[in-house]
């Protein structure tokens, strides 16, 4: 919005520039240096604009063939449009009304990257008084619309950077008069689709000074309304977030998929409120809150079953079952990249920069897996404690193969291990509870020990061993 005003401020520029000169000698490039050097001051950018032409008329009309803006220090390109067309309607400066009827920018791209060091390739000017017009004038936008636009996002501080492209931005928005509430709508594509599967729609009332707005991706996949108010210094937001049967694995983006990943069909409903623009802000002041069930899905490359197998060096022979060949139906459990599973729900919770999975259930034809830990959404570290429980069919084959295992199996004849997932995204790991197998093993050892000496001292009493108690 800030981008929008200062070119109003331009042609108003402009437009005062033509009152005071000949008509036919007025050229609004003459001034084009002087306008790059205002832009670039209100933006803190480098400014260059293509040629400016202008229809004369009550109703004036300008056009900037083309703008760009630039890191002053690295000459990265941070914005570009292909053209800038706005109205200026004369009449209104016998009122000190800046009167825009329209505004529209044609194939505008923004570019944002975070670099590995947590750096924004376009830091904002700190908050202030806005370039341009006094207070007793007023700036009156009819119309503003966004045609075909791009915005790139780049994310290098992560260890597997990722880029997310939104394309096919059309955005308009109305006001019937000054003082009138903005009425504006928009669409997108997201993540790589050839067509808009993104709709906003949203009111800003002025006098309240809240937008109240609502989003749908895809066929009502996803919805999220809601409000956000103090939208002039730091925007606090609170809504409601629906998802229905969404495809994970849909929207996930391409660059993130070397690590691990949640894939399935993913219903939710979650409420919540955060503060402030910059997304590590956002994510200090998020609190959310509700339940997800996910579907028919997976851990993508983690195998919780085979780490956890892998570990339990107390008992031998264990490790190399998940080398030898196994029932067809449990080689996507034992040997599998992923594990797999057909049920996954839990309550969720977002506080203080972590999310929180209570009663997490992960349920499987062959085993099924419960915990509950957080995750850190600045540090990306995990922390969950989890206990994983072969059924029957997975038990029997493991008890038969490794018959050691039979110190960790619960009365129902299914084999229990409790794990622990912690450690730093994508490089945490997955540690058996070997504090718990030694106390099996122990326990089991000791029963063993216990029936044996009470067998030698019936025999030394004189009474039979199998008498002894």
């Not at 597997?160 to 709508?185: K, W, Y």
């Amino acid at each position: 919005m800030k981008i929008i005003l200062v070119v109003v401020l331009v042609m108003v520029v402009v437009a005062i520039g033509a009152g005071a000169v000949l008509l036919l000698q007025f050229d609004p490039n003459d001034l084009k240096p002087s306008i790059e050097q205002t832009i670039g001051d209100a933006v803190g950018a480098k400014a260059q604009l293509g040629y400016i032409s202008v229809r004369w008329g009550i109703d004036m009309q300008f056009e900037i063939s083309g703008v760009e803006l630039r890191d002053p220090k690295s000459d990265e390109i941070l914005l570009k449009t292909g053209s800038a067309t706005a109205g200026f309607n004369l009449r209104g400066l016998l009122n000190k009304e800046v009167s825009i009827p329209f505004f529209e920018l044609h194939r505008p791209e923004i570019y944002i990257r975070k670099s590995r060091t947590g750096q924004w390739n376009w830091q904002p000017k700190q908050p202030g008084a806005e370039p341009g017009l006094s207070s007793a004038w007023v700036v009156f936008i009819s119309s503003v619309r966004v045609h075909e636009g791009k915005l790139h996002y780049q994310d290098e501080s992560y260890q597997m950077p990722f880029v997310i492209q939104v394309d096919h931005i059309e955005f308009t928005m109305r006001q019937q008069s000054f003082g009138a509430p903005l009425r504006m709508n928009g669409s997108a594509g997201l993540f790589g689709s050839r067509q808009p599967n993104l709709n906003i729609d949203g009111v800003y009332d002025h006098a309240i000074g809240i937008l109240v707005f609502k989003a749908v991706y895809g066929p009502d996949k996803v919805v999220l309304e809601g409000e956000i108010s103090n939208l002039a210094s730091q925007p606090q937001f609170k809504g409601n977030l629906n998802v229905h049967q969404l495809d994970l694995e849909s929207v996930t983006p391409a660059e993130m998929k070397d690590r691990e990943y949640l894939t399935g069909i993913l219903t939710a409903k979650l409420e919540g409120s955060a503060e402030g623009t910059h997304p590590d802000m956002l994510k200090r002041t998020l609190a959310m809150q509700g339940a997800v069930d996910v579907r028919n899905g997976a851990f993508k490359n983690i195998n919780f079953i085979s780490r956890v197998l892998s570990q339990l060096t107390p008992i031998p022979g264990l490790g190399q079952i998940l080398l030898e060949r196994v029932p067809e139906e449990l080689t996507p459990v034992m040997q599998g990249e992923d594990t797999p599973f057909e049920l996954l729900k839990a309550n969720f919770q977002i506080l203080q920069s972590r999310a929180f999975l209570t009663g997490l259930q992960v349920k499987h034809e062959h085993y099924m897996m419960e915990a509950d830990g957080s995750a850190g959404l600045l540090q990306q570290d995990v922390d969950f404690r989890a206990k994983l429980v072969m059924l029957e069919y997975l038990s029997q084959f493991l008890l038969k193969k490794v018959k050691e295992l039979a110190v960790v199996k619960n009365q129902q004849g299914r084999i229990v291990l409790p794990f622990v997932y912690r450690g730093l995204l994508p490089n945490a790991t997955v540690q058996p509870d070997l504090n718990y197998l030694s106390r099996q093993l122990f326990q089991e050892r000791g029963q063993e020990l216990v029936q044996v000496g009470l067998g030698k001292l019936a025999e030394l009493l004189g009474e039979p061993s199998g008498e002894a108690r």
